[in-house]
């Protein structure tokens, strides 16, 4: 992997000395607190429905299941210690616990490195609530702000963006090594992506979602769905910052 880095954030060497390799903690929830998940997810106002990308996205706003609540936040500061949230704010200026996806198409490649380069990103979080689904974390690090990578020059073209939307680039592929994907992993995990859009990127690893598990990692690891998908998926993701 080539040392070239995008050097966008202003803390770099501060990120660096917190990253770490992702890691699956398994049997984190039970069942019933999984359908508490569930409920909540019910119950909370659609935040964006993207219908061309065919997703569903709901901020978890605070007070509406305090135990719940309590319970993330715990097991979370138990595994990573002291963090901040950071996910996008309601209308008040309130912080979200986090944001569920119901998913009916994979997730592009991209990296949630947040949209202010003066913080101290940490780490992410993802608790798939439904079974069947993957996600694909790379080896490879993007120290800019929160960017999906793509080739697709209508997608590069979009400029006016609104809060919380990722800057469109393909300034990975001048950042990493030019080496081909491995074909292999693309048949396996990846047919949804163009493979030309993956040059220079490394599997670091593959999270085959469970029930009850939670995927901790680097909010600077460039990641994206695998291809597998049976209909629909939901998960929680949640975004930390020192």
């Not at 050097?7 to 501060?14: A, P, T, V």
Request: positive net charge; contains cysteine.
């Amino acid at each position: 992997m080539s040392d070239k880095i995008n050097k966008d954030h202003e803390k770099i060497d501060e990120i660096k000395r917190l990253e770490s390799k992702p890691k699956i903690l398994k049997n984190l929830f039970s069942k019933n607190e999984i359908n508490d998940f569930l409920d909540l997810y019910k119950k909370l106002p659609t935040t964006v429905h993207n219908k061309k990308q065919n997703v569903i996205k709901k901020r978890w706003l605070k007070n509406f299941n305090k135990d719940l609540e309590d319970k993330f936040t715990r097991r979370l500061q138990n595994e990573i210690g002291d963090f901040r949230l950071d996910n996008l704010k309601t209308e008040t200026g309130e912080d979200n616990f986090g944001l569920f996806q119901e998913s009916y198409n994979p997730i592009g490649l991209h990296v949630d490195a947040g949209f202010n380069s003066k913080e101290v990103i940490y780490k992410q979080t993802l608790v798939p609530l439904t079974s069947i689904g993957s996600t694909v974390i790379f080896k490879n690090k993007f120290y800019g702000n929160s960017t999906n990578f793509t080739m697709d020059e209508n997608e590069l073209k979009k400029t006016k963006l609104n809060y919380g939307q990722n800057i469109r680039s393909k300034e990975h592929l001048s950042i990493f090594d030019k080496k081909p994907f491995k074909v292999e992993d693309y048949n396996k995990y990846l047919k949804h992506e163009n493979i030309e859009n993956l040059a220079g990127l490394e599997i670091e690893m593959v999270f085959e979602w469970e029930i009850g598990s939670m995927l901790i990692f680097d909010r600077t690891n460039l990641h994206c769905s695998s291809d597998k998908i049976e209909g629909k998926k939901i998960g929680l993701t949640t975004f930390t910052k020192k």
